[in-house]
């Protein structure tokens, strides 16, 4: 699947008007989930992606550090629960799009891009209740 298919599919699933706003949705939700997992686990999971959908966990340099010291400051991840990285998605596109319909549609396209093992790695660093939205989509 290239980065025209995978925005297509999300925007498919979440009902949105155009592919902008796919990519839009589709940046905001890896950006957040960049930052709820591992270095290591965002590797895993980008080395399995095309090129295209690599290019859309790419942010702005000033956005980059801000991340790494979040992640440094929680031991490499930032832990935050479902409700909160549903603001953090909302915060990300500027309360554009419904966070919940957003997640739930990346998420389920991401999981079609991996391997079964990969998808049970990302959902192992999941808190329960975000978990459960991974486990659905």
């Known amino acids: 699947m290239d ?4 925005l297509l599919e999300v925007q498919k699933k979440a009902k949105l008007e155009s592919i902008n706003d796919a ?3 589709s940046k905001a939700v890896m ?3 960049k930052r709820r997992i591992t270095k290591n686990e965002e590797k895993d999971l980008k080395s399995q992606l095309s090129a295209g959908e690599r290019d859309l966990w790419r942010e702005e340099p000033e956005k980059i550090s801000e991340l790494e010291k979040i992640r ?16 953090a998605v909302n ?14 549609a990346v998420f389920g396209v991401l999981k079609r891009q991996v391997s079964e093992g990969e998808s ?11 978990k459960e939205i991974w486990e659905q989509s």
Not at 72 to 87: A, C, L, Q, Y
Not at 120 to 130: F, G, N, R, Y
Request: glycine share 6%; hydrophobic share 30%.
């Open 72 to 87: 440094e400051k929680h031991g490499g991840v930032s832990k935050f629960n479902r409700d909160e990285f549903f603001t």
């Open 120 to 130: 049970q790695d990302v959902e192992s660093q999941l808190p329960v209740d975000l």
């Open 23 to 25: 990519e839009e949705a």
């Open 91 to 104: 915060e990300h596109s500027g309360n554009k799009f419904d966070a919940r319909k957003i997640t739930k």
């Open 3 to 6: 980065k025209q298919e995978f």
């Open 31 to 33: 950006h957040v989930l």
